[in-house]
């Protein structure tokens, strides 16, 4: 007998019909002896209506309004899975956001989870109910309702997790796990079993797609077990992937978990630049100040011994502008020259394995070279190696190194 | 300077350019110098989505959780018409039931209001604000949230123009207040400028398209004036209909304020009932068990002095099945025969002249008379003569009453 909280996304809850199954689901973990607790998105497409409504009326929405009305969708579903339960004999019921007291701070559009008041769950689920809670919102300290943003059901079903100290956050979607890569690059992609919650973050390219990275932290944070998992699976059979602390056993898992991959960035180099203090923040500063974020930074020493070149990545929706806002810092800096290229990608290996094991590097960079891929950029953290290519080299790279490090499902 | 709740029907915020002309109007009122607080309706068809969207996933759902379902109709709309109004340079804040605390009892899809908290919307409305509030809704002791019901909305405005003891509680719809009688029958039929709460309730065949009887009884209670009014008057000018409390000046105001009729009536009589204490409770709670309404009753001795003739009306939907309960009460309590005819309808004149005008009856019935009515079933209250007769004469009676009582247009 555990306690689970379960969460269901947009389209796990798009119709009458998968609200159903949803239900059948969670009374079959309650047939299993286990307390849940369900938190749910808005049906598929209905926070997209709201958006659009709210657009034909004004345009930018007032930020506390907008949360007003967008946090309909999700109480819109709590309702009828609550009702589903009911209409299958589970006890249920369904709280909003302000009903069990999701504190946030008052960042509308955006907000973050300060506390949560488990009370009315921890009764409900003492009198054998389900819980089922809307995902995605909250109050502040004055009682206005606020909403958490891109990815807010997942994060809400993490702190939800958190607050009743259950025993494992399963977050339900259309695909049935976290895999070692795309599998639409690479068909040989396998499903992994378990990952850590730092692979998961250096993951983030590849899981985005299954759960918001903020929610990962949060789980990371509270060290609460998250499960991957299909909610179109009927036979309740999958057991998806787990997103877990490392544990001492795990020294033996595989060398890498998964490789990541990012086609969306562009590449910008400083050439000559004055090596003086500050010059990074200056450069950065001007990006920044743009509202441009910066993936991948480099800075070497220049040929000549007294400037520098200073390299970094930015998402190519970005580049044009970058590259205006580094013709203004180069004359400041009185730099050399500026270099640009946009039809580069990112590709990561990540695994905890790494830390113990030295040689994953040079076996990576032999792997790409054997096919014949140039390396651009390389940057490395404790469990991550990332290497800018070629975007042509995208798919190649991503399967040569999936093969040499061991990914290949069994023949 | 006064403050004035208003509210806006379905139809009134049915798209974002509605809202948009609500919002023009709020400010209007802004500029006279008013403060507003403004209840709103689900939009048109939102409600209609929602029961659908309900029915589809339980039928009947669980009360509780439809009424969580339902309520996001109106928080949509408070959302939508406080971001039009800041989009306008009018400073607003959405209030939900639950936000301004309007305390119901447990009895959900029909809760009644039993108290609100006014501080939230008196800091609003010194802050000089306008406050735009969730009609239909509240919460319980507990915090579930309730629904009020048919008309709810209308009965919100009241309940916070009473709370907030407003100046004048406005009820827009679409239509520009009250009439003489339905303009559909007689085209003659004039716009009222006034009417009494308790005329304004025995009309409630014609104002049931206007406003909910319920608000009325409520507004009456908490002697809230109210005043119908068109949100399509794109001018601002109409005065519509005040229904509010008599006053001695209203003494001189013309005898009948209206003509009420109800199309849906069927009537029952049993003959020949012996004449003993507790028919009345024997007949009517047959039926009353059954659900059935019962509307108009008379109570007649028999021919023959030891019998009595027990005769109703009920609606017409209910007419087969009152007439099957009639056979066994029938059998029950020895009476002769049952007598039936679904083919009848009732027209009532109203006014609180009548109170001081003797005549009105026999005028009203020589009026009938002339233009060959056969009167089947009489019945009177203080302020109102309501007479059965066959269907065909509806709008023959109806005309004739209006033109004798001088009800009609000027020419």
Request: aromatic letters at 4%.
């Given at each position: 007998?555990?306690?689970?909280?379960?969460?269901?996304?947009?389209?796990?809850?798009?119709?009458?019909?998968?609200?159903?199954?949803?239900?059948?689901?969670?009374?079959?973990?309650?047939?299993?002896?286990h307390?849940?607790?369900?938190?749910?998105?808005?049906?598929?497409g209905?926070?997209?209506?709201?958006?659009?409504?709210?657009?034909?009326?004004?345009?930018?929405?007032?930020?506390?309004?907008?949360?007003?009305?967008?946090?309909?969708?999700?109480?819109?579903?709590?309702?009828?899975l609550?009702?589903?339960?009911?209409?299958?004999?589970?006890a249920?019921?369904?709280?909003?956001?302000?009903?069990?007291?999701?504190?946030?701070?008052?960042?509308?559009?955006?907000?973050?989870?300060?506390?949560?008041?488990?009370?009315?769950?921890?009764?409900?689920?003492?009198?054998?109910?389900?819980?089922?809670?809307?995902?995605?919102?909250?109050?502040?300290?004055?009682?206005?309702?606020?909403?958490?943003?891109?990815?807010?059901?997942?994060?809400?079903?993490?702190?939800?997790?958190?607050?009743?100290?259950?025993?494992?956050?399963?977050?339900?979607?259309?695909?049935?796990?976290?895999?070692?890569?795309?599998?639409?690059?690479?068909?040989?992609?396998?499903?992994?079993?378990?990952?850590?919650?730092?692979?998961?973050?250096?993951?983030?390219?590849?899981?985005?797609?299954?759960?918001?990275?903020?929610?990962?932290?949060?789980?990371?944070?509270?060290?609460?077990p998250?499960?991957?998992?299909?909610?179109f699976?009927?036979?309740?059979?999958?057991?998806?992937?787990?997103?877990?602390?490392?544990?001492?056993?795990?020294?033996?898992?595989?060398?890498?978990?998964?490789?990541?991959?990012?086609?969306?960035?562009?590449?910008l180099?400083?050439?000559?630049?004055?090596?003086?203090?500050?010059?990074?923040?200056?450069?950065l500063?001007?990006?920044?100040?743009?509202?441009?974020?910066?993936?991948?930074?480099i800075?070497?020493?220049?040929?000549?011994?007294?400037?520098?070149?200073?390299?970094?990545?930015?998402?190519?929706n970005?580049?044009?502008?970058?590259?205006?806002?580094?013709?203004?810092?180069?004359?400041?800096?009185?730099?050399?020259?500026i270099?640009?290229?946009?039809?580069?990608?990112?590709?990561?290996?990540?695994?905890?394995?790494?830390?113990?094991?030295?040689?994953?590097?040079?076996?990576?960079?032999?792997?790409?070279?054997?096919?014949?891929?140039?390396?651009?950029?390389i940057?490395?953290?404790?469990?991550?190696?990332?290497?800018?290519?070629?975007?042509?080299?995208?798919?190649l790279?991503?399967?040569?190194?999936?093969?040499?490090?061991?990914?290949?499902?069994?023949?």
């Amino acid at each position: 007998m555990a306690l689970i909280v379960q969460k269901y996304g947009g389209t796990s809850v798009g119709s009458a019909e998968r609200i159903h199954k949803v239900a059948d689901r969670v009374i079959h973990a309650r047939q299993q002896g286990h307390d849940v607790v369900v938190v749910v998105s808005a049906m598929s497409g209905e926070t997209n209506r709201l958006v659009s409504l709210a657009k034909e009326v004004a345009d930018p929405p007032k930020a506390r309004e907008f949360d007003v009305l967008l946090s309909t969708g999700e109480q819109v579903t709590i309702g009828l899975l609550a009702m589903a339960l009911e209409s299958k004999g589970c006890a249920a019921r369904s709280y909003t956001g302000a009903q069990v007291h999701i504190l946030t701070d008052s960042t509308h559009n955006k907000a973050r989870i300060l506390e949560i008041d488990n009370k009315h769950m921890r009764a409900d689920l003492d009198a054998g109910r389900v819980v089922v809670v809307a995902g995605f919102q909250g109050i502040d300290a004055e009682g206005n309702i606020t909403t958490l943003g891109r990815g807010g059901s997942d994060t809400t079903a993490v702190a939800l997790a958190a607050a009743l100290k259950a025993d494992e956050c399963q977050i339900y979607t259309d695909v049935d796990g976290v895999y070692t890569t795309d599998p639409r690059v690479v068909p040989k992609a396998r499903r992994l079993d378990k990952v850590t919650f730092e692979e998961m973050l250096e993951l983030a390219s590849l899981g985005a797609k299954v759960l918001q990275i903020r929610s990962v932290e949060f789980a990371s944070k509270y060290n609460v077990p998250l499960r991957v998992l299909s909610s179109f699976d009927d036979t309740y059979t999958g057991t998806g992937t787990l997103i877990a602390a490392e544990e001492e056993s795990d020294m033996e898992q595989a060398l890498i978990s998964g490789i990541a991959f990012n086609r969306d960035e562009a590449k910008l180099t400083l050439l000559g630049v004055p090596d003086q203090p500050g010059i990074a923040r200056d450069i950065l500063g001007a990006i920044a100040a743009a509202n441009i974020e910066v993936d991948m930074i480099i800075q070497n020493i220049g040929t000549d011994g007294t400037t520098t070149d200073f390299t970094f990545t930015v998402h190519r929706n970005d580049y044009a502008k970058t590259l205006e806002i580094l013709q203004v810092v180069k004359e400041k800096l009185k730099a050399r020259e500026i270099n640009g290229d946009d039809k580069i990608v990112k590709v990561s290996l990540v695994g905890v394995g790494m830390r113990s094991h030295a040689g994953i590097a040079s076996t990576m960079f032999r792997a790409l070279a054997d096919e014949g891929i140039n390396i651009k950029m390389i940057s490395t953290s404790e469990i991550k190696i990332s290497v800018v290519v070629d975007e042509k080299y995208l798919e190649l790279a991503v399967r040569a190194l999936h093969t040499v490090f061991d990914l290949d499902q069994a023949a």
